[in-house]
């Protein structure tokens, strides 16, 4: 079992004085195959005086060489593809053979593509007598979730990294080793020490002291809408800038005339990757009355295809949930939908697919007098 139980702090690895054991959970074993010490709250204050200081020389170094240290990250993390892929694969549950383009290929290209923006941007623009510039914010606390964790921290450290800001990033607990292990790369492509600083710990403790630290200049933070709630009023009692990544819905509307092998095949395949962890997944597919039992046909043909097993098993098309946890707020949302009167589809798999007829409904809008 890997035991982590050092922080990346200063372009170090120092260990973490946290009394707190963060276990990583095999998604499909359910066996706890890591386990990590969190941060105490002295470890995140370390992180971000290393981050402020670092911030200095870092926002005043060139951009080329900001670029060229970008490029040499994506180099060390294509090194360390095979141990991302093993690691993100049996964290989050999708079937390894998408995980190493999906969840490990992509992002290391988008380090790539991050520089090449970073090159072709307008840093500075004159109008009139004034000179409009893009300037580093600071000190930036990158909070990411678990469903995509590579994509999520590359997402908001690259970007910012090449505008000259330093980092302090807590991954989720939930799936830390790809941020355990670009810290290895960072340390490979020899960035300053204190540009990037990784830090463990839950939401509710560690996130939100980086959250309120003193020393932290904006907040990316992506998650759910409630706990986006309570940190935009936290950073904005202290005027930080944010950004927020937060839930939403996602429906497939499919009208009269649309090609429904097609539409039904696509909206599909969105909603089953990565078993549905997936932000901009189609939750919904909303259809004419007259459509429903083609396809709900297209749909029981189509699911049967879907197999099901090991994420690591080359044949497995449908990996499992990310944990106990999550199966059973899924399985209460079932319970949820029957209750309401949604009624299953029935199929020759392990699927059980649950659809809503609605009845028609007509709407009227009054306005007080």
Not at 142 to 170: D, E, R
Not at 231 to 257: D, H, T, Y
Not at 332 to 341: F, P, R, T
């Amino acid at each position: 079992m890997l035991k982590q139980t050092h922080l990346f702090i200063d372009g170090v690895m120092t260990a973490a004085s946290g009394e707190q054991e963060l276990p990583v959970t095999d998604s499909f074993t359910e066996d706890v195959f890591a386990r990590y010490r969190s941060a105490s709250h002295d470890d995140v204050h370390r992180a971000v005086a290393a981050a402020r200081a670092a911030w200095i020389g870092w926002s005043a170094t060139p951009l080329a060489e900001r670029i060229a240290a970008v490029r040499r990250v994506a180099a060390a993390l294509s090194e360390k593809a095979e141990a991302l892929t093993t690691a993100i694969s049996r964290e989050v549950g999708m079937p390894r053979k998408l995980a190493a383009r999906i969840q490990v290929g992509a992002p290391i290209a988008a380090w790539n593509s991050y520089a090449d923006l970073a090159a072709e941007m307008v840093w500075e623009t004159r109008m009139g007598h004034s000179l409009v510039q893009n300037v580093p914010v600071g000190v930036v606390a990158c909070i990411t979730p678990w469903n995509y964790p590579l994509h999520q921290i590359t997402g908001k450290v690259a970007p910012a990294l090449l505008a000259g800001c330093t980092v302090v990033l807590k991954p989720s607990e939930i799936a830390p080793t790809s941020a355990a292990l670009l810290a290895e790369a960072i340390q490979q492509a020899g960035l300053p020490p204190g540009v990037f600083n990784v830090i463990y710990g839950t939401g509710p403790d560690i996130g939100e002291m980086l959250v309120s630290h003193p020393g932290i200049d904006m907040v990316s933070f992506t998650g759910s809408t409630r706990a986006g709630s309570h940190i935009a009023a936290i950073a904005g009692s202290q005027i930080k800038r944010m950004a927020l990544e937060l839930g939403g819905k996602s429906a497939a509307l499919v009208l009269p005339g649309a090609e429904l092998p097609t539409a039904v095949k696509a909206t599909l395949a969105s909603c089953m990757l990565n078993s549905g962890q997936t932000c901009s997944s189609m939750t919904r597919l909303l259809v004419q009355r007259d459509m429903l039992p083609e396809v709900e046909r297209l749909v029981r043909d189509l699911i049967d295809t879907y197999r099901m097993g090991d994420p690591a098993d080359a044949a497995t098309r449908l990996g499992p949930l990310v944990s106990a946890d999550q199966r059973e707020k899924v399985q209460a949302m079932i319970d949820s939908a029957v209750a309401a009167g949604a009624r299953s589809v029935e199929i020759n798999s392990p699927f059980q697919i649950m659809v809503f007829s609605f009845p028609r409904r007509c709407y009227r809008t009054s306005h007080p007098q």
